[in-house]
């Protein structure tokens, strides 16, 4: 069962996911470059597009949703770009409510350029998400499909694309906390363990596809010196059968 764009946009209205929101956002700022000619492409759920919008205001800055209250209303499947046309794409959450990631993967390597950038945020089964996903009944993850860190990196690879940084991020439990002194323990938890970048809820995948240049490589070839279906012919001694 996957997650809806709902679910997650609700997730994220919560204390835990606000925080959330504002370490990932602040990833992004640090880590985006914004350039005059630069094209880039944004897609995720409401508040994460929300956010965003008012801190990337370039013109070259495409926010996609399935609604019209943004640049363009378009399925992640079928992007309204040329090929090789886009330099960063961003996507927030896109393959786990995605029901065929694979094809997300594709069409963000059709529209992304050579040496473009790929930033990908998704939940990461590798953590506490684990205990939630097949224990807590009322989770919000309960049961849901949570794709692990290493396969995603394993499409990446296949699709030639080097990872720039892998980041981790909430090592505490993802549920909403409504006791004060408990939330902001745990908020403070959290800040002590953002120190070591291991196994957290949330991963951030910030890769570039690599330029593959064809290269046209001349083939030698000496008059009489191949033979079909034996070993090449003797250049020094001619004398063979």
């Known amino acids: 069962m996957i ?11 919560s204390k835990i996911g606000k925080f959330t929101l504002n370490k990932i956002i ?31 205001t370039s013109k070259n800055i495409f926010f996609i949703h399935n609604n019209n209250r943004y640049d363009l209303s378009s399925s992640i ?26 094809n997300v993967f594709r069409e963000v390597d059709r529209i992304l350029k050579d040496d ?10 590798y953590s506490l998400l684990l205990v939630f996903k097949f224990l807590a009944i009322k989770s919000f993850f309960w049961k849901k499909r949570i794709i692990g860190y290493t396969r995603i990196k394993d499409w990446l690879n296949l699709l030639s694309y080097k990872m720039i940084k892998l980041s981790f991020l909430i090592k505490i439990p993802p549920f909403d906390i409504k006791n004060k002194k408990v939330i902001n323990f745990v908020l403070r938890l959290e800040n002590v363990l953002s120190r070591f ?43 063979y059968e």
Not at 3 to 13: A, P, Q, R, T, V
Not at 212 to 234: C, E
Request: hydrophobic fraction near 40%.
């Open 77 to 102: 499947y079928k992007l309204p770009f040329e090929d090789n046309s886009i330099d960063t794409v961003i996507l927030f959450h896109s393959i786990d409510f995605s029901k065929n990631p694979h």
């Open 197 to 239: 970048n291991f196994l957290g809820c949330i991963n951030i995948f910030h890769a570039k596809k690599e330029n593959l240049r064809y290269i046209d490589m001349k083939i030698w070839k000496k008059s009489g010196n191949i033979i079909k279906g034996r070993f090449a012919k003797p250049i020094a001694n001619k004398s």
């Open 26 to 56: 602040n990833y992004l700022s640090n880590s985006i470059r914004v350039d005059y000619n630069q094209k880039i492409i944004i897609h995720g759920c409401d508040n994460f597009l929300k956010s965003l919008k008012n801190i990337f």
């Open 116 to 125: 473009g950038e790929i930033i990908l945020i998704s939940f990461n089964i």
């Open 3 to 13: 997650f809806s764009n709902n679910e997650i946009n609700n997730w994220y209205k």
